[in-house]
């Protein structure tokens, strides 16, 4: 049973940094292509960042990059997600997400999602 577990999530001002992780049950992370999206009240939920199965590729929204990173640890079973410069409007609830398919594209076509955690950045 495939099981992903949001953390990290919380209150943090604007210019700081925050790190979420995503716990993964059921599967191998390094077989899946892996990625962060977020969802802001009003809004549709949007692609924030992947990884490749073979953890060398990456992809992100112009919105983040330069700013936040993705990457995992095979041995934990964990994908993370680092935050940095942090704006008002990276506010959002963020998900965890598994590609559908194991060794598949790194754009990924997801179709597993976590529970979510909450990133709120005010001062």
Same mark, same amino acid.
């Given at each position: 049973?495939?099981?992903? %577990? ?5 209150? %943090?001002?604007?210019?700081? /940094? ?6 993964? /049950?059921?599967?191998? %992370?390094? =077989? +899946?292509?892996? !990625? ?8 549709? =939920? ?8 073979? !953890? ?5 929204? &112009?919105?983040?990059?330069? =700013?936040?990173?993705?990457?995992? &640890? ?5 994908? +993370? ?12 609830? +963020?998900?965890?997400?598994?590609? =559908?398919?194991? +060794? !598949? ?9 976590? @529970?979510?955690? @909450? ?5």
């Amino acid at each position: 049973q495939v099981q992903l %577990v949001e953390s990290g999530g919380g209150l %943090v001002q604007p210019g700081g /940094s925050l790190r979420l992780s995503c716990t993964a /049950s059921g599967f191998t %992370v390094s =077989r +899946y292509v892996m !990625g962060w999206f977020r969802q802001a009240p009003g809004k549709e =939920r949007e692609f924030v960042a992947a990884i490749s199965w073979r !953890g060398v590729s990456t992809l992100y929204a &112009d919105s983040v990059k330069g =700013r936040f990173a993705i990457s995992r &640890d095979t041995a934990k079973n964990t994908v +993370y997600l680092q935050m940095n410069s942090l704006k008002p409007e990276d506010t959002a609830v +963020y998900y965890c997400a598994k590609d =559908r398919s194991p +060794y !598949g594209d790194p754009k990924g076509d997801f179709g597993s999602w976590g @529970q979510g955690t @909450q990133v709120t950045v005010s001062s």
